[in-house]
């Protein structure tokens, strides 16, 4: 066990970027699939039960490893450098950035991105839809999972506790995606009365 954590310690000496791209990935990518097993497998009535849709993990994989853990490397690398130490105005104005300048690109980056791997139509639609309650949730989670961010953990380590409450976080995500768009239901409803009084014109001219 003192092999692993000196290995572990050790990569993240050697290559930081790439560990921590690593982790978080996996990280990700476990937290979709417990989200997708609880569903789909452990709650669900034995008639109801689904297969893993492994490909949505796969995008899960490519949003973790490849899109936040290097956003989330760049951005505290930097915000670290602009802001050192752990007053409290420094944690204030670390909050005040991380929230409202980082997560709203970051949503922006997940719902788009997320529906362009899916072949959507419109990439922008969940963005539009679920970007506001989505934030509201984020604000509610991650302000005071950041005061512990940074005013007690160790700067190298930043990327895997934001990883750890990532776990926690993509299953609200994953939740909060599966979610129907009340623009789908508006607009089925819109042309269902449409097909109706299509209907009744039709019917009133024979």
Do not use: H
Request: aromatic share 16%; proline share 4%.
């Amino acid at each position: 066990m003192s092999r692993l954590i000196a290995g572990v310690r050790s990569a993240f000496r050697r290559y930081p970027f790439i560990t921590n791209s690593a982790i978080y990935g996996s990280l990700y990518v476990g937290a979709e699939f417990s989200q997708q097993f609880l569903s789909k497998r452990w709650l669900a009535p034995a008639a109801q039960r689904e297969d893993i849709d492994y490909a949505t993990i796969g995008r899960y994989a490519v949003m973790g490893t490849v899109v936040y853990a290097p956003s989330l490397y760049f951005w505290y690398k930097w915000l670290d450098r602009a802001f050192p130490g752990t007053t409290k105005t420094i944690i204030i104005k670390k909050l005040v950035l991380d929230q409202f300048a980082l997560t709203p690109y970051l949503l922006t980056v997940f719902y788009a991105g997320m529906s362009i791997m899916e072949g959507s139509d419109d990439i922008f639609l969940e963005l539009r839809e679920k970007f506001l309650p989505t934030f509201v949730r984020s604000c509610v989670f991650w302000l005071p999972a950041q005061v512990l961010n940074f005013s007690l953990v160790a700067p190298r380590f930043r990327v895997i506790y934001m990883g750890v409450c990532g776990l926690i976080w993509v299953n609200i995500l994953c939740w909060t995606k599966r979610q129907s768009l009340s623009t789908t239901t508006t607009t089925t409803t819109s042309n269902e009365t449409t097909e109706t009084m299509e209907t009744s014109i039709t019917y009133n001219k024979s």
